[in-house]
């Protein structure tokens, strides 16, 4: 089902039209259906998009354009070296040096002092499954199980459930940070950052007034290019598509492992090839450790998957640092082939804490119970995605959570920073798009469609806060790179 949908004019008699309560509920003859828990009322005695507009009585639209420091803001350097806490020591100095290269680098790595700050910021409490780090570069094209592509967020490292605003902010923030680095005016940066606000606030009134099963399944195909009014894209999404259709475990295993030789020189089986410090083999021991762990990871898994992954062989695990953000927590890559010798790749991601929950207290939501990281992780991606990865799992290794997901599975992405100015507003609005739709899946979207309303004086407002937001990252950057100059941080860049 595509997000763009005709206009309709008139309903029929008898016909319900959007928003609108009929009543219901009741057999021949009067008999009443009992409520069941887990469904809804019908009818239903409130209306979400009448609560959601009463919300601005309470938290205007303009104040989101508000942010300002409070005297407890922890220093930019300090909360790099608090995130680095429990991460493997030796690959720090990379996570710092791929941070202190660019403004917007360093948003990609400090979600943790955005949410510090967001949560000083108006919100309207209404509560959503969000991604935590919707920056700019955290959407891209990727393969469902039949291999076509879709477009979406993916990356969902600090998923929660928490204010919609803050998703929409950081979104925003970077699209201005991206701008500059590229070296776009400062108006066309703004101009992205208030188009892709309007183009949530858009999908999201839109998504209020489609049936609800029509609104949960929209998905980002080729309509999404209309939708957003995004064709100045076209020619750069062709482009990343073509190069992700080229993704696959098949090329990586191709330039990463190696045949290995039985003592009587007959093939052995396969296993990577040392490309430190990025990719690197493991000691047998923990090789071993990973390797038990898939059990517990089958587990995960819906039944119909497991014949799949039966037809295919365990060969080797590697470590692998991927990421910005994820450098220095421990991922590997399991080589696996199936009875031609065909490769499947599977990442096996640690998954700590978010980095969220310290902070949503502040704006008004409880901290929920993680009785597993690794499982957070795939059930908010799951929540937020029409398509998700199909072995998309969890596991534990050496106590710790992990989550399991197919590794360059046609995987591709925008470069938000190497975009044209006219470009830029262009992937604003998709990216708003994609991010209202995410939002849906688990946010009344008719609440929420209440409050943005049909005016631009959300768009203009978040704009406003966008800029100001990355002056302060620009800031914050600053004191990074001072710091790695004056060698009170270690960073090793161009890795």
Known sequence: MAMVVA???????????????????????????????????????????????????????????????????????????????????????????????????????????????????????????????????????????????????????????????????????????????????????EEAAFDAVGAYRRTMRLLAKLPSLDAWNAIADEELVSHTDARDLLGTLERVSEKARQNTSAKFAAKSTERVEGDDGSPAGWRFVDAPPVLRRIPDAEAAEVTSALGTYLGTLAEDRLPLLARYAIQDVAFRVVGTGSVGLRSYVVLLLDHRGEPLVLQVKEARPSVLLPHLPAAGFDVPQVAHEGRRVVLGQKRMQVVSDFLLGWTTVSGRPFQVRQFRNRKGSVDPAELAADQLDDYGRMTGALLARAHAHSADPRLIAGYVGKGEELDEAVARFAVAYADRTEADHAELVRAVKEGRVVAESGV
């Open 7 to 189: 206009e309709t004019g008139g309903t029929r008699s008898g016909e319900v039209q959007s928003g609108e309560v009929r009543s219901g509920g009741t057999r021949s003859g009067g008999a009443r259906l009992p409520q069941v828990d887990g469904f809804a009322r019908w009818p239903s005695p409130a209306s979400p998009k009448r609560e959601g507009k009463a919300l601005r009585e309470r938290v205007s639209r303009a104040s989101h354009a508000w942010f300002a420091e409070d005297d407890g803001r922890p220093d930019p350097v300090a909360a790099v070296e608090e995130s680095n806490r429990s991460r493997l020591a030796e690959l720090t100095p990379i996570r710092i040096g791929r941070m202190a290269a660019t403004p917007f680098a360093f948003l990609r790595g400090s979600a943790g002092l955005m949410a510090y700050d967001l949560a000083r910021t108006p919100a309207t409490g209404i509560g959503a499954q969000i991604c935590g780090d919707a920056h700019a570069a955290n959407f891209g094209l990727y393969a469902d199980a039949r291999g076509g592509l879709v477009i979406d967020l993916n990356d969902f490292d600090e998923t929660a459930h928490g204010p919609w605003e803050w998703d929409v902010k950081r979104l925003a923030a970077s699209l201005v940070l991206a701008g500059r680095e590229a070296g776009a005016s400062e108006d066309a940066c």
